[in-house]
């Protein structure tokens, strides 16, 4: 998601950045806004059998949900 770029300065991948538009395009329209605090239920299918960290996934949804205004601030996640 996240890339370092000399000297400690760090910018979102543009796949990152990719992935994040089609985010806000599939959650665009009407959708209920859910108020604080949340429980989440997150389905994860790895893409193949190679291992990777569910934290690393969480993220971004979590940053999704909140740009497209279906929740407002994941600090307010109590359960995932």
């Known amino acids: 998601m996240y890339r370092a770029i000399g ?7 543009k796949k990152y950045r990719e992935w994040m538009a089609a985010a806000q395009v599939a959650l665009a329209g009407d ?11 997150i389905e994860l299918t790895p893409p193949n059998r ?4 569910i ?5 971004g949804i979590l940053d999704a949900l909140e740009l497209a205004g279906v929740i407002s601030d994941d600090c307010y996640v109590d359960r995932i």
Do not use: E, S
């Open 31 to 41: 959708h209920p806004v859910v108020d604080p605090p949340y429980d989440l239920t």
């Open 50 to 53: 190679r291992r990777f960290d």
């Open 7 to 13: 000297r400690g300065r760090v910018i979102k991948t």
């Open 55 to 59: 934290d690393n996934r969480l993220k």
